[in-house]
Each structure stands twice: as structure tokens, then as C-alpha cells.
């Protein structure tokens, strides 16, 4: 059973960054489009941004030029580097495969707190 184990969120005033981790495991992690989602209270789950196999990136609107996904295929892990941040960016953050896709497990996600 696939494991995915994120990590790195944290408090951070606006304008802040923070980098997340997901660490994925019993898989061959370079054979996967990888995604980033978020899930603020009381609203769904929203796509944050895709990694494919070869590199090529795609970010939502609200998060374009601020975030940039990236991953090492060697350490099995898929990072979020988070810029500029919004208090409008408050949720919690989880990594798994692209939409569209049959999609694993969801792990425990990391809480991403932007506030004053």
C-alpha cells in the first residue's frame, strides 16, 4: 500500500514562504504525475499544481508565479515551494497523484497557517 507523508507546514505571517515535503513510498515514484491539493475549512479539496514524469508543471490561477512544485525522483518526494503567501493560502496541503487519475491513500497532509 502506497504511503505519502507530508511535511513542512507551519504559522507564517503574510508574505512569508514555506517549503513542503511529501515523501512517497512502496511505489515507483518516477513512473507518476504528481499533484499538490489543499483543503481550507469548510471548502473542498482544491488542485494546487501537477508534476509530470519529465518535469513539466501546471499551478492554479491563485497560486501562479508564488508557488513552484518540483520533485526528486531519487528521494521519492515531491516539494512545494511556497512565496508571497496569502492568508487566502490557509489549508491544509496533500500530495497524490494528478486528477483524473486513481488516486491513493490520502496521508495525514500538513497544516499551512498564513496570519498576522
Known amino acids: 500500500q502506497v504511503q505519502l507523508v507530508e511535511s513542512g507546514g507551519g504559522l507564517v505571517q503574510p508574505g512569508g514562504s514555506l517549503r513542503l515535503s511529501c515523501a512517497a513510498s512502496?511505489?515507483?515514484?518516477?513512473?507518476?504525475?504528481m499533484a499538490w491539493y489543499r483543503q481550507a475549512p469548510g471548502k473542498e479539496r482544491e488542485l494546487v499544481a501537477t508534476i509530470t514524469r519529465g518535469g513539466s508543471t501546471n499551478y492554479a490561477d491563485s497560486v501562479k508565479g508564488r508557488f513552484t512544485i518540483s520533485r526528486d525522483n531519487d528521494k521519492s518526494t515531491v516539494y512545494l515551494q511556497m512565496n508571497s503567501l496569502k492568508p487566502e493560502d490557509t489549508a491544509v496541503y496533500s500530495c497524490n497523484r494528478a486528477p483524473g487519475t486513481t488516486r491513493w491513500d490520502w496521508g495525514q497532509g500538513t497544516q499551512v497557517t498564513v496570519s498576522s
Open positions: 512502496r511505489i515507483i515514484f518516477s513512473l507518476y504525475t
